[in-house]
């Protein structure tokens, strides 16, 4: 059975901290692993990684992908505020489907005090 | 603005009674997609449609029926068969193509009175 682990579980920061956050997972037929944003409701789309070792950055979020050990991170350096939501990790593989399949991590709840 | 609107943003069910939530998108896209949340729990998939009048069943789609009768709509409705309904649940869509990169509505709270 395909699975993603996030850790922490929820993280609480001030503004200025660097967290990062991690994601490790187990599926058959790996084919690219994403990061999502949920700020209140709407989970918007952060990063989609498919090489290891190739860093993908976004202001001051990044995030990279180690395929041998099956895992990324999400750094989010000087974090602000606004930077407080849920970070979802998702893998989606091939599931022998047209659609593939999309496994979703549980998801790190970061909050960040001014 | 192109997006997902989901609706209504909050639901209460009765014992026995089915309920719809609405989905509707103007992103053109061909992909509809329902997830369910839970906390501590990853978003899992209920059903999903890759095109009109088609659709399939995801992990978890005992209790819940679909439609797709048009592209933009893509409602859900929670039976009486389902017996913990009581959760987030999330409307997305994608590009033909990008599967993986979805595009979601703001979601719709189910409480079970």
């Known amino acids: 059975e395909d699975k993603v682990v996030q850790s922490p579980l929820s993280l609480v920061v001030h503004e200025g901290d660097t967290v990062t956050l991690n994601c490790s997972y187990e599926v058959t037929n790996f084919r690219s692993l994403l990061w999502y944003k949920q700020e209140k409701k709407a989970p918007t789309f952060l990063f989609m990684l498919t090489s290891s070792g190739i860093e993908k950055k976004s202001g001051r979020l990044s995030s990279i992908l180690d395929k041998k050990e099956l895992f990324s991170i999400l750094n989010i350096t000087a974090t602000q505020t606004g930077d407080s939501a849920v970070y979802l990790c998702?893998?989606?593989?091939?599931?022998?489907?047209?659609?593939?399949?999309?496994?979703f991590g549980q998801g790190t709840i970061l909050t960040v005090h001014p | 603005d192109g997006g997902i609107t989901q609706s209504p943003k909050y639901l209460f069910r009765k014992e026995g009674q089915n309920v719809t939530l609405s989905c509707e998108q103007n992103l053109n896209h061909d992909a509809m997609y329902w997830y369910r949340q839970d906390p501590g729990q990853g978003l899992r998939l209920i059903y999903y449609?890759?095109?009109?009048?088609?659709?399939q069943k995801g992990d978890i789609a005992e209790g819940y029926s679909v439609s797709r009768e048009k592209k933009e709509s893509f409602p859900l409705t929670v039976t009486s068969a389902q017996k913990n309904p009581t959760a987030f649940y999330l409307c997305?869509?994608?590009?033909?193509?990008?599967?993986?990169?979805?595009?979601f509505g703001s979601g719709t709270q189910l409480s079970v009175l």
């Open positions: 997305a869509s994608s590009k033909p193509g990008q599967n993986e990169k979805l595009f």
């Open positions: 449609s890759q095109i009109v009048n088609d659709f």
């Open positions: 998702a893998v989606h593989s091939t599931g022998g489907t047209s659609y593939g399949k999309l496994t």
